[in-house]
Nanobody, 115 residues
Framework: QVQLVESGGGLVQAGGSLRLSCEAS????????MAWYRQAPGKQRELVAR???????NYAESVKGRFTVSRDNAKKMVYLQMNSLEAEDTAVYSC?????????WGKGTQVTVSS
């Protein structure tokens, strides 16, 4: 069983920054697909950013140029640096990993951006 634990969420003013962290319970060097998703109240969960094969990175159009996803295999960590935050970024952010044919999710961390 893979466990993913997010941290770093909180309340921030519009224009501010936050760095989310996701710690995995296993070595992530061999995990080809890791990602951050978010779900705002009353909305469907959406992909924010993902890393494929450790190098290819994709972002949602709404966060391009503001968010940066990265990973540190040695620390078993995936990060999401969020800059120039907007009220529309308010959501629960969850870490995702695809391992051995199964989807694995963290419980999420709340990000609230005040305007």
């Amino acid at each position: 069983q893979v466990q993913l634990v997010e941290s770093g969420g909180g309340l921030v003013q519009a224009g501010g920054s936050l760095r989310l962290s996701c710690e995995a319970s296993i070595n992530i060097a061999s995990i080809t697909h890791m990602a951050w998703y978010r779900q705002a109240p009353g909305k469907q969960r959406e992909l924010v950013a993902r890393i494929i094969n450790g190098r290819m990175v994709n972002y949602a159009e709404s966060v391009k140029g503001r968010f940066t996803v990265s990973r540190d295999n040695a620390k078993k960590m995936v990060y999401l640096q969020m800059n120039s935050l907007e009220a529309e970024d308010t959501a629960v952010y969850s870490c995702y990993a695809y391992v051995l044919g199964r989807d694995h999710w963290g419980k999420g961390t709340q990000v609230t951006v005040s305007s």
